[in-house]
């Protein structure tokens, strides 16, 4: 069974701050998908980024980046001097395709407070 | 272009009572999914239709829920009768692609209270 943990349950940081959100899952699967989803005070859970298995290359987009290790079976989201506005829950996900659904499985989140 | 909408954003009913749950994909996505997320905990897949057929339901927690996808547009979801573990956030997601290398795009979610 495919698993995803994310065991920071809440980061508080100072704005400017870096703070990385750590991602690890499980799978027997050889071709997966992770994914990231950011979801603000509002409610909705807004796609950040998916990255496939065969793919090991870090990715930034701005000030968020992702570093994606297949060894230790982690990919982990930084956010580079953190705004206000990065304050929400983060869930980092896995795709799991039963040759009928792509399941997607969750994290716990983690919850990001980022201050003045 | 507009995105996953779902209704209504909040419920509280009684336990016993019926509610249904209304999520609306992004126009042109066939996949719709359901999924659940109770008490903090993570975040859970009921189901997946492809147009109007449903390929997966095997995380629908019992035969109180009851899930449609008449036409292949909008889904509904329902619980009858409802009980006070049925209480949660349940969201709705749709994709384009087929397979695996689908990006499920989410509602906001419709947050169920059930006293």
């Known amino acids: 069974a495919q698993k995803v943990t994310q065991a920071q349950t809440e980061i508080s940081v100072v704005e400017k701050e870096d703070v990385t959100l750590d991602c690890v899952y499980e799978t027997r699967d050889t071709t997966y998908y992770l994914f990231w989803y950011k979801q603000p005070p509002s409610g909705e859970l807004v796609f950040l980024i998916r990255?496939?298995?065969?793919?090991?290359q870090n990715e930034i987009s701005g000030r968020y980046s992702w570093n994606f290790q297949k060894s230790t079976s982690s990919f982990n989201f930084t956010i580079t001097a953190s705004q206000v506005v990065d304050s929400a829950v983060y869930f980092c996900?896995?795709?799991?395709?039963?040759?009928?659904?792509?399941?997607?499985?969750f994290g716990t989140g983690t919850r990001l407070q980022v201050t003045l | 272009e507009a995105g996953v909408t779902q209704f209504p954003s909040h419920s509280v009913i009684e336990k016993g009572q019926t509610v249904t749950l209304r999520c609306d994909p992004i126009?042109?996505?066939?996949?719709l999914y359901w999924y659940r997320r109770v008490m903090g905990k993570e975040i859970k897949f009921l189901l997946h239709?492809?147009?109007?057929?449903?390929?997966?339901e095997s995380g629908m927690p019992n035969n109180r829920f009851l899930a449609e996808r008449t036409g292949g547009t909008y889904s509904t979801l329902k619980v009858q009768p409802a009980e006070l573990e049925d209480s949660g956030v349940y969201f709705c997601?749709?994709?384009?692609?087929?397979?695996?290398?689908?990006?499920?795009?989410f509602g906001p979610g419709t947050r169920l209270t059930v006293l």
């Open positions: 239709f492809v147009k109007e057929s449903k390929q997966d």
């Open positions: 997601a749709s994709s384009q692609g087929q397979g695996s290398t689908d990006t499920q795009y």
């Open positions: 126009s042109g996505h066939d996949n």
């Open positions: 990255r496939n298995s065969f793919d090991e």
């Open positions: 996900a896995l795709s799991e395709w039963t040759g009928t659904a792509s399941k997607l499985t």
